[in-house]
């Protein structure tokens, strides 16, 4: 059984690029959330993806955005990034859409941004 | 308000004994779950137990119970047997629904430190 994969460990960018980062999830699981964790804070959804469609959103610009593939699959853009954005990236997979099971997290992408 | 509240920012434990961390939570959805996650150092982060709010008993998985009390909405994690092998981050957390779908709170964090 595969675990939950994340692409790239780290990455550097500066204010204005775009970044995409991705995630693969564990085999059998169709749910993928994404987090944002900036250092000494607990982790923010930024949203869920349930069979390809968004299924909740935190409190997060639209400048974030995400798509889940057929594989179940899931990337998180960030446009315009802010020195704010710097922080480690969470996926985590899950199998039902109501996430009552347990998440399964990769190990993040960190992600600075000067 | 704050959706999850950890009111201790660190905790010590004596190798071998029991511990409990706190956690409290605020929300008007009847269907909800409650997850507590240990992070190491190194970053990772670990589930450790789940409680669904129509659960008539305490979960349990191991060494982890969760001290469930709904009236008080509280659900603070017990430690059992601690080991040098617990020192981490521990979060609690909760899912709800809105009209967006599902919704994830994490709390700020416990720093567990356990000592030989």
């Known amino acids: 059984e595969t675990g939950v994969t994340q692409s790239p460990t780290h990455l550097i960018k500066t204010r204005g690029q775009q970044v995409t980062l991705r995630c693969s999830s564990q085999s059998g699981h169709n749910t993928v959330s994404w987090y944002q964790q900036a250092l000494g804070q607990g982790p923010q959804f930024i949203f869920q993806y349930y069979r390809e469609e968004e299924n909740g959103r935190g409190n997060f610009p639209p400048r974030f955005s995400g798509l889940q593939f057929p594989n179940y699959s899931s990337e998180l853009n960030v446009n315009a990034l802010e020195l704010d954005d710097s922080a480690l990236y969470l996926c985590a997979s899950s199998y039902a859409r109501t996430g009552n099971n347990e998440q399964f997290f990769g190990p993040g992408t960190r992600l600075t941004v000067l | 308000a704050q959706k999850i509240t950890q009111t201790q920012p660190g905790m010590f434990v004596q190798e071998k004994e029991a511990v409990t961390l706190d956690c409290t939570y605020d929300t008007s959805d009847p269907s909800y779950g409650l997850f507590w996650y240990k992070?190491?150092?190194?970053?990772?982060?670990?589930?450790?137990?789940?409680?669904?709010?129509?659960?008539?008993?305490?979960?349990?998985?191991?060494?982890?119970?969760?001290?469930?009390?709904?009236?008080?909405?509280?659900?603070?994690?017990?430690?059992?047997?601690?080991?040098?092998?617990?020192?981490?981050?521990?979060?609690?957390?909760?899912?709800?629904?809105?009209?967006?779908?599902?919704?994830?709170?994490?709390?700020?964090?416990?720093?567990?430190?356990?000592?030989?």
């Open chain 2, 39 to 116: 992070q190491p150092s190194s970053g990772e982060m670990i589930f450790l137990i789940y409680q669904g709010s129509y659960d008539q008993q305490n979960a349990t998985e191991g060494r982890y119970s969760l001290n469930f009390q709904k009236a008080r909405k509280s659900a603070n994690l017990v430690i059992s047997a601690s080991q040098l092998g617990d020192s981490a981050m521990y979060f609690c957390a909760m899912r709800e629904a809105d009209n967006t779908g599902n919704q994830f709170y994490f709390g700020t964090g416990t720093s567990l430190t356990v000592i030989p």
